[in-house]
Structures are given as C-alpha cells and as structure tokens.
C-alpha cells in the first residue's frame, strides 16, 4: 500500500494500514468538514493566509502524488470544502464526492462543471453509506477530517463498510507532537499536548491525534496490519509566525518598528 500525505495544519501525520476481517477475510486498507455550518468553518480556514497560500497547496500537491504514483482510477472523496481535489485530477474512470455542506457542494458543482464521471453525494458519509458502496473504489481520501468529526469511530467504520479488498485508504490528521506544540508545552503556554487550543475550538476540531492514539482507535474497528506510518511538513511555530518566516516584512512594517525603537 503506497501513498503519503488535509484544515489546522500542524505536522502532519500519516497512517496506511490494512484491515483484516477475520471472519469474512476481507482486506481493507485504511490509509481521512463536518455546529457552524460547513461554509463558515470554511472561512475561518480562509482567513489565515500561512493555511491557503501553503498549507493546503501543499497537501494538495501530496495527495496527487499519492493518486499518479497508485495509478488509482476509481476515487471516493469525503468531504470537498471549497477546493475539491477532483478539479486537479487529470484522468479517472469514476470519481465520487461526499459533502455535508450545500454550499460546499454547490461550489464542488460549479468548479468541476463539465467534467464527467463525477458523482456527487449531499449528507455525512456515514448515512450515506448504502448509496455509496454500489462502487468498488480503489482508493479512499479521508483528508484532515478524523479530528472534526463528532464520531471518528463511526467513520471509520463506515470507511470499512464500502472498502473492498482492493480498496486503499488515505488517512491524515494534525499531529499532537508537532514542534510547535512541543515548545508551547515546554513554554507553559498549554498544559498538555493534547490540549485543545482557542484555533481548535473555533474550527470545531474535537480532538488532537499523536500516532499512538490514532493507532488505538483504528484498531477498534477491527484486526489492523499497519503498512506506512509517518509525518511530514515540519511546523514549529504557529500560522501567524510561520508567515512572517516565509513571507517578507513590508518596507513601511520596518519604518514603523524602527520609529517605535
């Protein structure tokens, strides 16, 4: 199972596994906006630039590497937002997209109209499973979504109800022991890694996953044979700081901060 690594992007962690069903032998592999509603969590990510201008550019760039290198033709995306990855991938025999919001929906609609063999699916996933498992998909994206959802154990199992044996499945969530996390714990700017930040709270995400923890939940679901594991995107500082390191100070910033001096 081949792939690597998408919201609050800390460093990102990766998990491809297979699940075994003892009973039936059934080989899944697992490798992830769902209140405000899903068009004004949207906005929030929009908002900080260090996210759009980097962070999801990037998470893009790492899905399509996954998508090229598997060779997969048949694709199942949960949850679009406003930047549906289906609008980058060049060539595929069946496409389907599963969003809970209208308007991200509608705006999925509007991106990739014209092109052809997509599907679209208006509900969460988990109630929608019935519908969507009439395709045998070969691969799965569950991207930065684990962490958002009120019941990732459901979702996962849901994931599993439409995998075939063939199925491979991305998974991706924020890291708890990101850098920047790590420091902010040492600086006694949180008590604990996983302790949910005023960011967390506004983008709804319910929880922070480090590896240990999500190896324990996906193992509920079933017997897990964890195939690739890992992190990318190293981050140690937060978004507004992580700005500043990438972009360049403006003439009249420096003006401004040399007159203060």
């Given at each position: 199972?081949?792939?690597?690594?998408?919201?609050?992007?800390?460093?990102?962690?990766?998990?491809?596994?297979?699940?075994?069903?003892?009973?039936?032998?059934?080989?899944?592999?697992?490798?992830?906006?769902?209140?405000?509603?899903?068009?004004?969590?949207?906005?929030?990510?929009?908002?900080?630039?260090?996210?759009?201008?980097?962070?999801?550019?990037?998470?893009?760039?790492?899905?399509?590497?996954?998508?090229?290198?598997?060779?997969?033709?048949?694709?199942?995306?949960?949850?679009?937002?406003?930047?549906?990855?289906?609008?980058?991938?060049?060539?595929?025999?069946?496409?389907?997209?599963?969003?809970?919001?209208?308007?991200?929906l509608e705006n999925a609609k509007k991106v990739l109209h014209g092109r052809k063999k997509i599907t679209y699916v208006y509900g969460y996933f988990e109630d929608k499973i019935d519908e969507i498992s009439q395709s045998a998909y070969d691969l799965i994206i569950v991207s930065s979504l684990l962490h958002e959802v009120d019941d990732p154990e459901?979702?996962?199992?849901?994931?599993?109800?439409?995998?075939?044996?063939?199925?491979?499945?991305?998974?991706?969530?924020?890291?708890?022991?990101?850098?920047?996390?790590?420091?902010?714990?040492?600086?006694?700017?949180?008590?604990?890694?996983?302790?949910?930040?005023?960011?967390?709270?506004?983008?709804?995400?319910?929880?922070?996953?480090?590896?240990?923890?999500?190896?324990?939940?996906?193992?509920?679901?079933?017997?897990?044979?964890?195939?690739?594991?890992?992190?990318?995107?190293?981050?140690?500082?937060?978004?507004?700081?992580?700005?500043?390191?990438?972009?360049?100070?403006?003439?009249?910033?420096?003006?401004?901060?040399?007159?203060?001096?």
């Amino acid at each position: 199972i081949k792939s690597s690594a998408a919201s609050d992007v800390y460093k990102r962690q990766l998990l491809f596994l297979s699940m075994f069903d003892r009973n039936q032998k059934q080989r899944i592999a697992l490798g992830f906006f769902y209140k405000k509603t899903p068009f004004e969590k949207a906005k929030e990510y929009i908002k900080n630039d260090f996210e759009s201008k980097y962070q999801v550019p990037f998470r893009r760039k790492k899905l399509l590497d996954i998508i090229q290198r598997g060779g997969y033709r048949k694709i199942l995306e949960i949850g679009c937002g406003m930047d549906p990855l289906a609008a980058y991938v060049e060539e595929f025999d069946e496409y389907t997209i599963v969003e809970p919001g209208k308007e991200f929906l509608e705006n999925a609609k509007k991106v990739l109209h014209g092109r052809k063999k997509i599907t679209y699916v208006y509900g969460y996933f988990e109630d929608k499973i019935d519908e969507i498992s009439q395709s045998a998909y070969d691969l799965i994206i569950v991207s930065s979504l684990l962490h958002e959802v009120d019941d990732p154990e459901r979702l996962l199992n849901a994931v599993r109800a439409v995998s075939t044996t063939q199925t491979v499945v991305h998974i991706n969530v924020p890291n708890a022991c990101s850098i920047h996390r790590i420091l902010a714990y040492e600086a006694g700017i949180i008590p604990e890694l996983k302790k949910l930040t005023e960011r967390n709270r506004i983008l709804q995400q319910n929880r922070v996953f480090d590896m240990e923890s999500l190896e324990q939940l996906i193992g509920k679901t079933g017997r897990v044979e964890i195939c690739e594991k890992g992190s990318y995107f190293v981050k140690p500082f937060s978004h507004a700081q992580m700005l500043k390191c990438v972009e360049p100070v403006s003439y009249t910033h420096l003006r401004a901060h040399e007159t203060s001096l």
